[in-house]
């Protein structure tokens, strides 16, 4: 339903259909320059000109240069805007528009002062936190439904009359929302502030007829403002001549509305799209559809004469630009130069992650906040020399000494950092601590300026320099946002904390672009959507047709869905969205069927393994073709390869340095290489490991160490290793782990923290039932944590190289000796297949796993070895002893009924000679270098995004891994 035309005029502009069979942008110009012979000037100075976006303006002006250069004259161009550039211009003068933080501010100012109780159908429960940020976020939720509804010339108040009169089911909360919007009304205009919504509502009600234009062209906009309509029609009605331009032939009158939009019932049914299989290419994800539109582009000669290039998909746009670090123009590895018309988004640069940090770190005051800060290596630097290390301490000793910081104590907030003595983190807190003061303390804007000043101190940026450029841009329009912000805070009589406004300054910034890169003259044009139409490369290939993306699917929104946008008559539905992108597509095609082509590139599959669909443009078709068309767009074949986005991909491959000879192996590095050699050496040969940035509680080896650390004082009390009773054991472990957490974590422990405190207790609990039972049944500890070298009196070597381990507890019984070891993992893995592994099939066995690994069981399976550490612990403690002890392990499971001690009966004579010829074979294979190819990761892989998911070959050289 369209609203009936301002001030009762029923106009209808001229409509014109400049056909589809040639170039848009060559159909306008001959629209244009109709009747003009080539001599004189090309005067359309008089002229007013409506395109979709302003890259098309862009192109049409170019065009007519051209067009005019052709006679040898000139152009005096016409005034070309877009829909939302043009209800501005008509705007009548009046009241200052407010600004989008002037805005926001207004309405979280009436936010703050609600009463709850006053509106039960927008607020049918108080909301728990009636801060300034609650308030801003809702306040950016209101304005978005505004702004849409603004575009069709409604207010929240109209659109609560129409829905109630509609008997629509949120008609009450509607009306809730009107009355707050006439609040938000009232208080802007006691700023002497107009609403933006509001102005072009007067502009559509009652416009300014442009000085200096004697006629209005409306040029292929085929999904204008409402308002936009609007105001041409009072200007129209008025006697402004408009004249509208269909991209169409004039038999195809019907199709379009008065204003050149597509009818969505019409073209909802349209079957005769022009675009034959052959030229539609499926691929499976975005780097896939990368490596299509590269191929497609390879016989261009002179790709920016005669290649059109769209890409629809940011991933694969993503891609396309890889290596280009971010810069609006990139060389893509086929040579081919590309350029993003668009510019760049200032949310993609480093100033605005830098503040989005610092704004993380004022509202948190959090230890991983300020942690997540320190990755970037200006704000590293600044810190660094506030603290005073900076001279001494690398951004890599830093970071070190921060994550060890963090894993050894887990600190929540900035004062749990100053709380253990650290000569590295303690300064770097404090420093961080100033620059949070400092932002609370002065103006805003000057605060960030100076900031920002000390950050970047250190590098230079040229003015001739892209990246000068880039900074340059994004200086002017971060200051210029401040200023409003700092405007804004004052209309709306609020104090908020700096980190909200500051927060509120990123999240306009994030929507900026910076056009600051020149256009290479052999660059080729990065397209949209809605500019491809205006491009008259002959072959176009267009990336990225997708369903969701070609079409776009307007946005879910639980004020405006689908239904309420219908019945306000708003043309931003998903119908209408439909029939636009239908035109577009009919005209990329038939523009070029005399002598050009298009080609369309599709993905199954996001980059990370999201299932995709084809774009439903791509089946309007007759029924009877439809069969194969789906056949060959949902087409099957392998699985889509996940790959991580351009940003996180290896640029090169990683050479491995040479190893070098390992003089000592423990029985943990043993089981690393027996699971994968090249792991292996990343570990344990070049010293790689995984960090954790942001622990939030004890991981695996944390958990152990603690609940090992009491088992510990429990064997180093002779009183307690001979007590019988369950309680007193259970009190004093419980005790000893309380203290231990205490010591390295402080006395305010985390949620986290408590929850693996009490697990610990729970498992301590159930260790002290069977431990006194073991004191009963005779046994007695008379070794914890003894490592085999003092087990043996002297250092324990195999094929002369020192094996290093330690037996977590050794037990006597008259003659009889037990080893154990303390597992904490939350479910028991059985001791002989924690050893031994599973029998692995023929398949798996072909693999090429080394003779020496393998076992073989008396009904003639076979399998691998996995892990050495018990048979390794008792063939040590045979040479000893001159016994066969007894092994096992004590499961401190996560569930009481499975905390038990399982003895590994298994571990025969015969077996423990197996695992020596194991050990052997891999300190031999050790020795000899062979640390490649890698085997899987298992269940926990540290290195598995280092390998690219499995494809090692592709982001490693191992050309220089051998011994020398």
Known sequence: MTPPPPHGHAFEPVRFFAGWDQPLVDAMVAYLADGWNGEGVLDLSDRMVLVPTRQCGRRLREALAERAAVSGSGVFPPRVLTPEAFVAEVRPEGRRVATAMESLMV??????????????????????????????????????????????????????????????????????????????????EEGVLEDAPEARRQAASAP???EGVRRLDWLAVTDPLEVAVRA???????????TVVVAAPAGRAGDFDAWGRPDPVVWSGMRDLMLPLERIHVAAGPAEQAAVVRGLVAGHADPAATLGLGVVDAEVAAFLAAGAGGAPTAALPSDLAVHRPEGL?????????????????????????????????????????????????????????????????????????????????????????????????????GAVARLLSEVYAGRSFPQASPEGAVFRAMARELTGLLQQAAEAVSLAGLKPEPAEVLSLVLGQLRRVRLEVAERRPEAVDLNGWLELAWERAPHLVVAGVNDGLVPEVVAADGYLPESARVRLGLRRTDAARFARDAHQLQVLIRSRAAGGRVDVVLGRATAAGEPLRPSRLLFLRPDDELPERARVLFGGGSPPEVRPLPAWRAAWRLRVPAPRRMERLSVTMLRAYLACPFRFYLRHGLGMESVDPEPRELDAAAFGRLCHAALKQLAAEPAMRREREAAVIEAFLVDRVRQTLRESHGTRLTVPLRVQLASAEKRLSSFAAWQAQSVRDGWETIHAELPLESLLGQP????????????????????????????????????????????????????????????????????????????????AAREAWGCHPETGYFHLAKAPDQCDYEAWNGLTPERLEEAAACAEGAIAAIGRGEFWPPREGGRYDDFGWLLAGGDAAAVVDPSALTMP
Not at 232 to 242: E, F, S, T, Y
């Open 107 to 188: 309405w979280a100012a009436v936010l703050v002062g609600v009463r709850a109780e006053a509106f039960p159908s927008l607020f049918p429960q108080d909301p728990p936190r009636r801060d300034l940020s609650w308030a801003l976020g809702v306040a950016e939720q209101w304005q978005e439904v505004r702004r849409t509804l603004g575009e069709g010339g409604l207010t929240m108040g109209e659109a609560a009359r129409r829905l109630a009169a509609a008997g629509h089911p949120e008609s009450a909360r509607w009306a809730d929302l009107a009355r707050l919007e006439s609040e938000y009304l009232r208080r802007l």
């Open 208 to 210: 300014v007829w442009p």
């Open 232 to 242: 041409a029609a009072d200007l129209g009605g008025r006697g402004l001549p408009v």
């Open 345 to 445: 988004a200032a949310g993609d640069h480093e100033v605005w992650h830098v503040l989005d940090g610092l704004v993380g770190v004022m509202r948190e005051r959090s230890f991983r906040a300020l942690g997540r800060w320190l990755r970037f290596p200006s704000v590293a630097h600044m810190l660094r020399r506030r603290a005073g290390v900076g001279a001494t301490l690398s951004q890599a000793d830093l970071l070190k000494a921060w994550d060890a910081y963090g894993a050894a104590h887990l600190p929540q907030s900035l004062e749990d950092g100053v709380i253990f003595a650290d000569e590295v983190v303690n300064p770097v807190v404090r420093a961080a601590e100033s620059v949070v003061e400092a932002m609370a303390g002065r103006p805003l804007d």
């Open 796 to 875: 324990w070597k195999i094929r002369g190289v020192e094996i290093r381990g330690v037996i977590d507890r050794v037990d006597a019984r008259g003659e009889e000796r037990r080893i154990l070891d303390y597992k904490t993992g939350d479910a028991p893995r059985p001791v002989a297949e924690a050893h031994l592994g599973k029998p692995l099939s023929a398949a798996r066995l072909a693999a090429g796993w080394p003779a020496w690994q393998c076992w073989r069981d008396a009904k003639g399976k076979t399998g691998v070895w996995r892990d050495l550490q018990l048979p390794l612990y008792a063939l």
